[in-house]
């Protein structure tokens, strides 16, 4: 694991970051899958080109034509056709004109020899660009005295073999201070010439006949001493900065006319907009583009995607407004596409409900071909256990999980010997129903045609609401003449991060369900219930109750389609097992409520956006869970430990507001004595998980923390929920 260290200084004048060498090294090295190989880059032609699969391309525009060695790095450069970049070099800032040599009436040609790096700068005060090179390994400060180095050459068989004088490079300084740093070698001159004589002074170009030498000596030429002081940087960064801008806005075009978004829209707009003058003006020009997006690719890309990148366009205009208007479409479509995959088709139910006249779900109506009569009244009761995630979330949620694989593994459990969240659901002989929980919240409808979307977010029985809906339940012919009444509670403190609101949906669609006599499976329900969260302005995956509706620790993988499949897999753990996780595992309330449905948004949004960062951390996450299960069954509870320490620093990539200083200290006072710990779904608070290394470790632990004035918490008594 990497560890990154960050430094804020307004007095910080220099910065570096390592060698050349060490560059390199670690983009291609055992960690360069931390480094994308290609970002923001033009390559049109790469069938005629010759680009090695270890180069490192980056902010540049390839020409056919072009050769690039194993292990170099390209970044932010223009390469024309007919030139060749050797292995392990690095080009940085080169822009290098697709144009002839008119002297030799031949197309331009240069050779970066392996193990060179090359970048150009622009100077102050003037027009002149310089061209600057050296070898990979040279070290400006050794002295030639001390076996200094130019472009990987010792300094007397470069002066040798060029015909350079001392003094042509070194006019008053003292033969000990002689080195590449104070070198006058790199000569000012028009572009064309300069590369002829880079190839030349680095010993690449067939120059025989003096007329080099001759050119260079005639040359005003500066040192890397002088060119340090002499660098314009304003206008080197403004260079970057519009030739980044230039390409995302041809990557971005690209995108909207010709492919399937698949790239973050977003982030090439902030570059876009980075140019100096005619930035804004290019993104009103997307936006212009944008009716044309659903027509051609209707059958490819989401809804949701579509109206996101509208989203992002606005506000890269600042059109807050209508930004913030099309943001809600953004999410209704997220929840149409989600009911398509269960194949659950209330869209037009929806509708028709906003409008007054409720008609049955299609899955409904094959289901209630023949009504069956009922014996009332009738009373059903479910109570569920709380589930804890040990890795895997995120991939269950859509639209992740609507267009790519997702793995979970997690655990249902018992609170305090019971199970803490349930309903009873009661027909009464009057008509209507009754809602009430157990924050003595109630609530009457008499006319169940009021019961439609869009729900109050503050409303406390849009769950239920919602469950009625998507069950159909409201519509059955045999409750026409009756009522229902219908109680819920969860005995976890709110904001527990243990999956409480979605198996307390569970708990209500299954009572409603057995109430009808209809389908009250767990895969059913499971399906409902990730219909009902996108229904109430929520979201979430299936993670949760698939975590309270299966029992035990189960790894559960879901693939996307029409309808969306799940795989439940109950993991057949050792007695070993299960007394050592329940001696070692502390589950924790931290006292720090949280929200899941704002980190919710802002992952989901950025998967619209297809942030690079977020694909592969869930994809990890994704992974670990296989790997977690393998674990467990292996009955190797220190991998575990290993397992959840990555889980957590990939939730932190995902949202860094995911922890806050009361949790950090937690886990650092909880940390010698743990080989792992994590927050409990989205996190930001609510429970934790802290595994301890052994079970002295755990009793040690929980007696600290209860007798501990500086932490507010509960460690909470849980075992297995298994089945009854």
């Given at each position: 694991m990497?560890?990154?260290?960050?430094?804020?200084?307004?007095?910080?004048?220099?910065?570096?970051?390592?060698?050349?060498?060490?560059?390199?090294?670690?983009?291609?090295?055992?960690?360069?899958?931390?480094?994308?190989?290609r970002h923001l880059c033009s390559i049109p032609a790469t069938t005629s080109s010759d680009i090695a699969a270890s180069a490192v391309v980056l902010s540049s525009k390839i020409s056919p034509e072009v050769s690039i060695g194993e292990d170099s790095m390209i970044y932010d450069s223009s390469i024309s056709s007919g030139i060749q970049i050797g292995s392990l070099c690095i080009v940085l800032g080169m822009n290098i004109p697709g144009t002839f040599d008119n002297a030799l009436k031949n197309p331009l040609k240069f050779m970066l020899p392996d193990r060179h790096c090359i970048w150009e700068v622009p100077l102050a005060d003037c027009s002149d660009r310089v061209i600057v090179y050296c070898g990979l390994h040279d070290n400006p400060k050794t002295s030639v005295l001390k076996d200094g180095t130019f472009c990987g050459r010792p300094w007397k068989k470069?002066?040798?073999?060029?015909?350079?004088?001392?003094?042509?490079?070194?006019?008053?300084?003292?033969?000990?201070?002689?080195?590449?740093?104070?070198?006058?070698?790199?000569?000012?001159?028009?572009?064309?010439?300069?590369?002829?004589?880079?190839?030349?002074?680095?010993?690449?170009?067939?120059?025989?006949?003096?007329?080099?030498?001759?050119?260079?000596?005639?040359s005003p030429r500066v040192s890397l001493e002088v060119l340090h002081r002499s660098i314009d940087f304003q206008k080197m960064c403004l260079g970057s900065s519009n030739h980044q801008a230039e390409l995302a806005a041809g990557i971005a075009r690209a995108c909207i006319n010709f492919g399937l978004l698949g790239r973050n829209l977003f982030q090439l707009c902030e570059e876009v907009m980075q140019m100096e003058a005619s930035g804004a003006e290019i993104c009103k020009d997307f936006l212009a583009l944008c009716p044309s997006l659903q027509v051609h690719n209707s059958k490819m890309v989401p809804k949701s995607r579509v109206y996101q990148v509208k989203v992002d366009l606005l506000r890269t205009c600042n059109d807050e407004r209508i930004a913030d208007e099309l943001e809600v479409k953004v999410w209704a479509a997220v929840a149409d596409e989600t009911a398509s995959a269960v194949r659950y088709g209330f869209k037009e139910d929806l509708l028709?409900?906003?409008?007054?006249?409720?008609?049955?779900?299609?899955?409904?109506?094959?289901?209630?071909?023949?009504?069956?009569?009922?014996?009332?009244?009738?009373?059903?009761?479910?109570?569920?256990?709380?589930?804890?995630?040990?890795?895997?979330?995120?991939?269950?949620?859509?639209?992740?999980?609507?267009?790519?694989?997702?793995?979970?593994?997690?655990?249902?459990?018992?609170?305090?010997?019971?199970?803490?969240?349930?309903?009873?659901?009661?027909?009464?002989?009057?008509?209507?129903?009754?809602?009430?929980?157990?924050?003595?919240?109630?609530?009457?409808?008499?006319?169940?045609?009021?019961?439609?979307?869009?729900?109050?977010?503050?409303?406390?029985?849009?769950?239920?609401?919602?469950?009625?809906?998507?069950?159909?339940?409201?519509?059955?012919?045999?409750?026409?003449?009756?009522?229902?009444?219908?109680?819920?509670?969860?005995?976890?403190?709110?904001?527990?991060?243990?999956?409480?609101?979605?198996?307390?949906?569970?708990?209500?669609?299954?009572?409603?369900?057995?109430?009808?006599d209809e389908d009250d499976g767990n895969e059913n329900v499971a399906r409902l219930v990730l219909v009902l969260e996108q229904l109430m302005g929520t979201g979430g995956g299936w993670q949760d109750q698939i975590g309270g509706l299966y029992p035990g620790i189960k790894f559960t993988s879901s693939f996307p389609g029409i309808p969306l499949r799940l795989q439940v897999v109950p993991l057949l753990i050792s007695p070993e097992l299960k007394v050592q996780l329940q001696q070692r595992l502390l589950v924790v309330f931290t006292g720090q409520v949280r929200l899941a449905r704002k980190v919710l948004q802002k992952v989901v949004t950025r998967y619209l956006r297809r942030d690079n960062l977020l694909v592969s951390s869930i994809k990890r996450l994704a992974?670990?869970?296989?790997?977690?299960?393998?674990?467990?069954?292996?009955?190797?509870?220190?991998?575990?430990?290993?397992?959840?320490?990555?889980?957590?620093?990939?939730?932190?990539?995902?949202?860094?507001?995911?922890?806050?200083?009361?949790?950090?200290?937690?886990?650092?006072?909880?940390?010698?004595?743990?080989?792992?710990?994590?927050?409990?779904?989205?996190?930001?608070?609510?429970?934790a998980l802290l595994l301890a290394k052994d079970s002295d470790s755990a009793v040690e632990l929980r007696q600290l923390l209860k007798d501990s004035s500086e932490f507010d918490v509960k460690v909470y008594n849980w075992s297995i929920f298994s089945e009854p």
């Open positions: 990497i560890k990154f260290v960050k430094l804020c200084t307004d007095e910080l004048l220099f910065l570096h970051f390592g060698t050349s060498s060490e560059v390199l090294d670690h983009l291609s090295g055992t960690d360069s899958g931390l480094v994308g190989r470069v002066l040798c073999d060029l015909h350079i004088q001392e003094t042509d490079l070194w006019e008053s300084t003292g033969v000990s201070e002689q080195c590449l740093w104070n070198a006058r070698i790199f000569p000012v001159v028009p572009y064309i010439e300069m590369l002829h004589l880079a190839s030349w002074l680095m010993g690449s170009g067939d120059y025989k006949n003096g007329t080099m030498l001759q050119l260079w000596r005639s028709d409900a906003s409008r007054g006249t409720l008609t049955l779900p299609h899955k409904i109506t094959q289901l209630r071909a023949s009504p069956k009569k009922q014996n009332f009244p009738r009373t059903v009761k479910v109570e569920l256990p709380v589930r804890v995630d040990f890795v895997g979330g995120w991939s269950d949620t859509p639209p992740w999980s609507l267009e790519r694989a997702g793995c979970v593994l997690n655990m249902a459990i018992c609170l305090e010997d019971s199970l803490p969240i349930g309903a009873i659901i009661n027909t009464s002989t009057s008509s209507g129903v009754s809602i009430s929980d157990d924050a003595t919240n109630e609530l009457f409808i008499q006319d169940l045609t009021s019961i439609a979307p869009p729900f109050e977010n503050d409303d406390p029985f849009r769950l239920v609401k919602c469950a009625l809906l998507v069950t159909g339940v409201i519509h059955d012919k045999n409750l026409q003449d009756m009522g229902l009444e219908i109680k819920t509670w969860a005995n976890v403190p709110r904001g527990s991060g243990l999956g409480t609101s979605s198996i307390l949906a569970a708990a209500v669609v299954k009572g409603l369900l057995q109430i009808v992974e670990l869970a296989k790997l977690g299960r393998e674990a467990l069954m292996n009955t190797d509870i220190d991998e575990l430990g290993i397992i959840l320490m990555e889980a957590w620093r990939l939730h932190q990539e995902l949202d860094p507001f995911c922890s806050n200083e009361s949790v950090d200290q937690l886990f650092d006072f909880a940390e010698p004595y743990c080989c792992g710990y994590k927050l409990v779904g989205a996190g930001g608070g609510g429970f």
